[in-house]
């Protein structure tokens, strides 16, 4: 079974400009996690959606959304690109929502350099 | 929402020595509580996950202990191996999942 893919995995972008991230989850699975990994903040939560719908979201602002698509692919958009959005981004899926116990299965991330 | 603590941050042991990295969490509700490692230039794997109805689980040389009580738990790491090496993620989840800031574990041969 293919893992979890994100595309692309570099990605160099100037400050103001915006960004789409693409993850495909493992087959079967329905929900989909996203998390910002920094070497100072660790792996911080973005939101999770879960059959086209926003299950959760984290404590990030606007600029950035996300969203599903009837196949269970998903996608996130970062608008107004900040320095400090550099990051690798990682993409998660899981056959439930997270808060049903379902373990996460991660992909190998988006590089995002900002600058 | 949930917090997460991870201790210690960087941890160097001998080969073949044992390995303890502990975590606490905040929310009472928090039901699920997995591992991660990650190697350089890859997403974090899941190695191994506990239940809040369990209290310690082993596989091979891995394993997890949890005091719901207490609010932490810990993965063991046991007869470590060079290819231990990486950053091990605890995590704990309720409505959604936290990390903790990783562990750098070297093994040293």
């Known amino acids: 079974k293919a893992g979890v893919t994100q595309t692309p995995r570099y990605l160099i972008k100037t400050r103001g400009q915006q960004v789409t991230l693409s993850c495909s989850p493992i087959?079967?699975?329905?929900?989909v996690s996203w998390y910002q990994q920094t070497p100072g903040q660790g792996l911080q939560f973005l939101f999770e959606?879960?059959?086209?719908?926003?299950?959760n979201k984290g404590n990030f602002p606007g600029r950035f959304s996300g969203r599903q698509f009837s196949n269970s692919r998903s996608e996130m958009n970062v608008s107004t690109l900040e320095l400090g959005d550099s990051a690798l981004y990682l993409c998660?899926?899981?056959?439930?929502?997270?808060?049903?116990?379902?373990?996460?299965?991660f992909g190998n991330g988006t590089r995002l350099t900002v600058t | 929402g949930e917090n997460v603590e991870q201790h210690p941050s960087t941890l160097s042991v001998q080969e073949g020595d044992s390995a303890v990295i502990k975590c606490t969490y905040s929310?009472?509700?928090?039901?699920?509580f997995p591992w991660y490692k990650q190697e350089l230039g890859k997403g974090p794997q899941l190695i191994i996950d506990?239940?809040?109805?369990?209290g310690e689980k082993k596989d091979q040389r891995i394993a997890v202990t949890l005091n719901k009580t207490a609010k932490h738990f810990s993965l063991h790491i046991t007869e470590t191996q060079p290819e231990d090496s990486a950053v091990y993620f605890c995590?704990?989840?309720?409505?959604?999942?936290?990390f903790g800031a990783g562990t750098r574990l070297t093994v040293k041969p």
């Open positions: 995590a704990a989840s309720e409505e959604d999942m936290r």
């Open positions: 998660a899926s899981s056959l439930s929502w997270t808060g049903n116990n379902s373990p996460l299965h």
């Open positions: 929310d009472s509700a928090s039901n699920y």
């Open positions: 959606y879960f059959s086209e719908t926003q299950r």
């Open positions: 506990i239940r809040s109805n369990v």
């Open positions: 087959s079967g699975h329905r929900s």
